[in-house]
């Protein structure tokens, strides 16, 4: 055995004796077609049996459609008895059960699929839209008869940092917290005079520091003072 | 090269050209095509230029003459392909490999060939009608097969034994 362009060949008289085909067929790369070329006019056993190869591809390929004629029709047959078998196979029921099966399956994918996710609430922050989970926010809400004395929203996990806005017409007050609840400063409370409408947002972080949640703008109206 | 050496060692021109021609020939018909009206020319040229070559002794034997002559016809190449695409500005490259079809000069040989090959085993046949026929690559038709690539190159090689033999008969 010799190696030729990495390939185990078989002994033969010259070891380029097997790229005589690749050649013929136009399967060899430039470089090692250049170096065949000239090794065909050094090597006259190459040479011959190129021609010989030559003149043999040249009448299978200008003769082949008559020559291989049982061939060609075998591999016809071939082809149309598999078709024939799977034709075959298929009866008008296995196309209704088939049908029947696209169309639950295309169901499944268009209908129930995207039911099962769960969205994510679409907000701005600085004007940029973030995906992001919603806050619910428990008390006050809607109208309250008292200044309120404490802030409530549904807890979003452990290790989350919760930021709380009051507004009037403008932000009032901000604070920070890991509870899911904060007591309003009296300094602040005094400030809310009844009557008025107010609204408070709470925006949840992760310990690193990103934003995960972010409630939505609630309005309250103190109907009365304490 | 012993044969275009003559005894006292010099190159002898007439064994030269006849041992090269067919070679130099079969390579310009590859490059140009055989239906090349100016084939035969080229090869002329480049026998004529051989011929002075070795006369003005510039050929030293710091190559094979095989290579000498093989380095004069690839240039030769080069220059008509370049000077054919200057004539014709859009002129499409010569295909390097004519259609195969072309080169059947022999008919009669041909025909000869065709009715040695369908006197072939069905197993030789088929290498021939996949590998060469359908040009199919030699791992398509040993997956084909179910044999090994290795085997393909045999049973073609194999297959043009036993043709050389029918032809002899």
Redesign the interface.
Known sequence: MVEVNGK???MRKCKYE?LI?DY????LPESER?IF??H?????HC?QE???????????????YS??Q???MAEETKSVSWFESVRAYITPRTWAVAAVSAALFLLVILGVIPSLRTSSPQFFINEDLVRGESITLISPVIDIPTVPTQFRWKSHGEDVEYKIYLYNEQLLWTETTTENSIILPEEIRNLMIPSETYSWQVKAYAKEGGLIAVSSRVRFRIISTQ | MEKVKKENDTLDLDAIVAKYRPIVSFRIKKSLGVTNPDWEDVVNEIIMNVIEKVKKREFRGESSIGTFIYTITSRRIVDYIRKKSKVLKHAPEPDPFPAPHEEIENKERAEMIADCIKKLKPKFREILYLYYYRDMTREEVAKKLGVSPRRVSERVNYSQKLLKKLIKK
């Open positions: 185990a060949k078989t097997d085909d013929l067929l136009k399967r250049e070329e000239e065909y006019f050094n090597c006259s040479f190129l021609t010989e190869r030559n003149e043999l591809i040249a009448v299978v390929k200008d003769k082949g020559l291989f049982k061939e060609i």
